[in-house]
């Protein structure tokens, strides 16, 4: 199993650009979710989602979009990046039904630039 | 208001010797708490899990307690190695909002050990 992928690794936009941070897992979990981690704060959930087709917002969602059309696949789109967008983003995944509480499992990253 | 809040922010201690992290939480209704390690660049790695009915738990050398009635947590690293060198990473699920719950994140203890 690879687990949880996420690419790219890094990236450089300028203010005002779009991109999409891809990631994927092959556990079937159902439930994926989307942080930033910022220095000398918390990781932070942005979005997740419990299945195919369901999405919902975190504690700061403003500025990025979600979609989950596969069980494997959750994309987080940039829709037009700002310097306050400049973090390190997580994905993470995780089982979502039956007894809780279930492990998560999280990706390596992909540290993002904005400027 | 749910917080997490872990102490020290960073340490220094020699290769075999022993350390006790602290993570206090104002979380509620509490569901679990959870250890993660993570290594610099990349992403966290649970180290255990705890239920409210449970006290301690081990992975190894780590040992995590959980003393419900204070809201306290402590993570002890037993005859620390240089791979332990990370970030320690307490975290609390509110329970509500499904399995994951509301998941609070601490800021981290990071830990250099020395050889």
């Known amino acids: 199993n690879a687990g949880v992928t996420q690419t790219p690794k890094f990236q450089v936009l300028k203010t005002g650009q779009s991109m999409t941070l891809q990631c994927a897992q092959d556990?079937?979990?159902?439930?994926m979710s989307w942080y930033r981690q910022d220095p000398g704060m918390g990781l932070r959930l942005i979005h997740y989602s419990v299945g195919a087709g369901i999405t919902d917002q975190g504690e700061v969602p403003n500025g990025y979009n979600v979609s989950r059309s596969t069980t494997e696949d959750f994309p987080l789109r940039l829709l037009s990046a700002a310097p306050s967008q400049t973090s390190v983003y997580f994905c993470?995944?995780?089982?979502?039904?039956?007894?809780?509480?279930?492990?998560?499992?999280f990706g390596p990253g992909t540290r993002l630039t904005v400027t | 208001k749910n917080q997490v809040e872990q102490s020290p922010q960073s340490l220094i201690i020699l290769e075999g010797k022993n350390c006790t992290l602290q993570c206090n939480y104002t979380v509620s209704p509490f569901s679990n708490l959870r250890w993660y390690k993570q290594d610099t660049g990349r992403g966290p790695v649970s180290l255990t899990i705890m239920t409210f009915s449970e006290n301690t738990k081990s992975n190894g050398r780590y040992t995590a307690t959980l003393d419900a009635d204070t809201k306290q947590s402590s993570l002890h690293i037993t005859a620390s190695q240089l791979s332990d060198s990370a970030s320690y990473i307490c975290?609390?699920?509110?329970?509500?909002?499904?399995?994951?719950?509301?998941?609070?994140f601490g800021k981290g203890t990071k830990l250099s050990v020395k050889p």
């Open positions: 993470a995944s995780s089982y979502w039904s039956g007894e809780p509480p279930h492990e998560q499992y």
């Open positions: 556990m079937n979990h159902e439930y």
């Open positions: 975290v609390v699920s509110a329970s509500y909002g499904g399995s994951q719950g509301n998941l609070i």
